[in-house]
């Protein structure tokens, strides 16, 4: 069996009771970062038997694993933090138990993603998550072009030391449009930065940003009032 089990953001306080019950009762924990999981665990007062699942050895994980779940063996999937998955190494696994009818339960948990999304006060109803901004300038411009053209929401990931570059590009590609720069959610310094894309730019030139950032870009307001109209006929 393979348990999906999502890991605080931030602090640790997140972690939920299923979630502590599913690593106290798993044989084996599949993490990012044996390192980083294992003092999470260690916190929680928790022993088990680590393996490591990245982006870069995923691949020739998922036949172990697998195999041990077809043996019956309980696997808890973790990563760094958050849903496993989601911009972080999962989905082989996940689809290869689903292929092979193996059971998988995905515990719910926390999300940058949707803490952002409802932190930054914008539209909720409906939204769009590209990931990570690509880092090339060409293909970054561009996302953001069919952000700017959206009429939900947008949510992306981005380095600290893209964001002032990013900001800048949408300073360019839609000047009137409020975005949030959400940074170190749920730590000691989260901060949630609101306003046009040149407010928000003048102050990180200030307050150059460190952490993990999440990106929300509001819909655009002329097509969303179209689109509601649209679904209310």
């Known amino acids: ?21 599913a690593l106290q009762s798993a044989d084996v924990v599949a993490a990012e970062d044996t390192r980083h999981s294992g003092m999470l665990l260690q916190h929680l007062g928790i022993k088990k038997p680590f393996v490591s699942l990245h982006e870069h050895n995923e691949a020739a994980r998922v036949e172990e694993l697998a195999g041990r779940m077809a ?14 998955g989601i911009s972080d190494p999962g989905h082989r696994l996940i689809k290869s138990c689903i292929e092979r009818e193996l059971p998988v339960t995905v515990l719910p948990g ?37 952000a700017a053209a959206r009429s939900e929401t947008s949510i992306y990931f981005e380095s600290p030391h893209r964001i002032e570059r990013t900001l800048e590009a949408l300073q360019a590609a839609c000047p009137d449009r ?32 460190k952490g993990e950032i999440t990106l929300v870009i509001s819909a655009d307001g002329k097509k969303r009032k179209t689109d509601i109209e649209d679904r209310e006929v």
């Open 178 to 209: 409020p975005v949030c720069v959400a940074r170190e959610l749920t730590k000691t310094f989260e901060e949630y930065r609101r306003g046009l894309p040149a407010e928000v730019l003048a102050h990180f030139q200030k307050h150059p940003p």
């Open 71 to 84: 043996s019956g063996a309980r696997i808890a999937l973790i990563t760094d933090a958050g849903m496993p």
């Open 110 to 146: 926390p999300s940058a993603v949707i803490t952002a999304l409802v932190g930054s006060g914008f539209p909720a109803d409906r939204f769009f998550f590209g990931g990570f901004l690509p880092v090339k300038s060409g293909r970054r411009a561009n996302e953001i072009a069919q």
């Open 1 to 21: 069996m393979l348990t999906i089990v999502p890991t605080p953001i931030g602090n640790r306080q997140d972690i939920t009771l299923r979630a502590i019950e």
